[in-house]
């Protein structure tokens, strides 16, 4: 099956710099990678996606590059805000299955 | 649109005793999914449905866990009996899944605390 590796587990930015985390799968026939961000005590929600047959994608300060390849992919997070403080997860799927990473707990310090 | 919908929100139990969780997914996605979130990771899926017909249940302990989705549209989960690694987050997702759109929606779900 797909195995999902995130990385960093935890993350510390100062208000207005940059974020990364960076996920790699395995599967080469995973074909869609969301983004989620989850804050406590609610699901998690998609925040960004990107398919196989792109490279990258933006969405305001938010962007995920996919390199299939070397099957990884990052999102990153410019002009880090206090309330982009939460974890965030990397999914790889196929078809309708989703296989997610361990999560990266961001903190954005004022 | 109502977003996915899961109750009860919290549940405190003994070990050996038995608990049921409840999922409402958003109206007209076919697909469902059961998730557990232990603390500090990723969620895990534990069964798959398509409208009522289960695609994966691979992960989920049948020797304790069950699932349901009767009619296709709400589904229920049951611990039974509950074990401390049981303690988690119980996550039910759903998922259109047509040929333009891939994206979950998950609801809030249920913490678990087992004694």
């Known amino acids: 099956g797909e195995n999902v590796e995130q990385h960093p587990s935890t993350l510390s930015v100062q208000e207005g710099d940059s974020a990364v985390i960076k996920c790699t799968y395995s599967d080469s026939a995973s074909n869609y990678f969301p983004w989620y961000k989850q804050e406590l005590g609610k699901g998690p929600q998609l925040i960004i996606d990107i398919r196989s047959n792109v490279g990258e994608k933006k969405d305001q300060r938010i962007a995920v590059t996919l390199n299939k390849t070397a099957k990884h992919f990052s999102l990153h997070i410019t002009e880090t805000q206090p309330e982009d403080s939460a974890v965030y997860f990397c999914a790889a799927s196929k078809g309708n299955q989703f296989y997610f990473g361990t999560g990266t707990s961001l903190t954005v310090i004022p | 649109e109502a977003g996915v919908a899961q109750s009860p929100r919290y549940k405190i139990i003994e070990k050996r005793q038995s608990v049921a969780f409840w999922c409402n997914p958003i109206s007209g996605h076919a697909t469902l999914y059961w998730y557990q979130q232990i603390l500090g990771q990723g969620p895990k899926l534990l069964i798959q449905f398509q409208n009522n017909g289960v695609v994966d249940d691979s992960q989920l302990p049948k020797d304790r866990f069950s699932a349901e989705r009767l009619k296709g549209v709400d589904s229920t989960l049951k611990i039974q009996p509950a074990k401390l690694e049981d303690s988690a987050v119980y996550l039910c997702?759903?998922?259109?899944?047509?040929?333009?759109?891939?994206?979950?929606?998950f609801g809030p779900g249920t913490r678990l605390t087992v004694l």
């Open positions: 997702a759903s998922s259109l899944f047509s040929s333009g759109s891939h994206e979950q929606f």
